[in-house]
């Protein structure tokens, strides 16, 4: 198993283009989350998945857009990029099932917005 | 979802035991306590979970006291690659995603 994998590993935008990153998991997880990571704090949680079709928001949505077509890909939007949007973006699985969840993480893409 | 409050930093020497404190005064019933790793340029990895007493695996220990209020994470005889952050979070995993805060960056000094 691959786990999560993300593309790009980076990329550098320029204010107000938009991009999409990717990510994959072939766990046949049901749940995918998207965080992104400021320099020096924790994750904050963007939009999250708890199966195919279903989609939420988490603490910071403003700015992207997420789609659930499949079980193993979810895709992040960024539309009209802007220099908050600097971040390390992660994208997450889990089983979502039972008392307990252990979420898996992907490596992540270092984004830069200019 | 239970706020946490964990220290921001801590140093320890290779060898050393280090426990890892994290309050969660308003712990839920059906709140599980769950541990991440994150090393500099990478994801979070699970360390270890647990709902009461004592878990431990071949990483870690967990433990939790009667009233639930708070936990400590152990990690026996680190060593330089236990450098670190850190993360408590608290809650019924599969009602709403877990808040990951700033959690704790631990720094092993040869």
């Known amino acids: 198993n691959a786990g999560v994998t993300q593309t790009p590993k980076f990329r550098i935008l320029k204010i107000g283009q938009s991009m999409t990153l990717q990510c994959t998991q072939d766990?046949?997880?049901?749940?995918m989350y998207w965080y992104r990571q400021d320099p020096g704090m924790g994750l904050k949680l963007i939009y999250y998945?708890?199966?195919?079709?279903?989609?939420d928001k988490g603490e910071v949505p403003n700015g992207y857009n997420v789609s659930r077509s499949t079980t193993e890909d979810f895709p992040l939007r960024l539309e009209l990029a802007a220099p908050s949007q600097t971040s390390v973006y992660f994208c997450?699985?889990?089983?979502?099932?039972?008392?307990?969840?252990?979420?898996?993480f992907g490596p992540g893409t270092r984004l830069t917005v200019l | 979802l239970a706020k946490t409050t964990q220290p921001i930093s801590m140093d320890s020497y290779e060898g050393q035991e280090v426990n890892i404190t994290c309050s969660h005064n308003?712990?839920?019933?059906?709140?599980?306590i769950t541990w991440y790793q994150q090393f500099p340029s990478q994801g979070p990895r699970f360390i270890i979970q647990?709902?009461?007493t004592k878990v431990t695996n071949e990483v870690a220990s967990l433990f939790i006291p009667a009233d639930r209020k708070s936990s400590t994470l152990s990690l026996p005889r680190v060593s330089l690659s236990d450098t670190a952050v850190y993360y408590c979070?608290?809650?019924?995993?599969?009602?709403?995603?877990?808040?990951f805060g700033k959690g704790t960056r631990l720094s092993v000094i040869a």
């Open positions: 979070l608290v809650g019924a995993l599969l009602n709403t995603p877990l808040v």
């Open positions: 308003n712990i839920a019933t059906n709140d599980y």
């Open positions: 997450a699985s889990s089983y979502g099932t039972g008392d307990t969840d252990t979420q898996y």
């Open positions: 998945s708890v199966g195919a079709g279903i989609t």
């Open positions: 766990m046949n997880h049901n749940y």
């Open positions: 647990g709902y009461k």
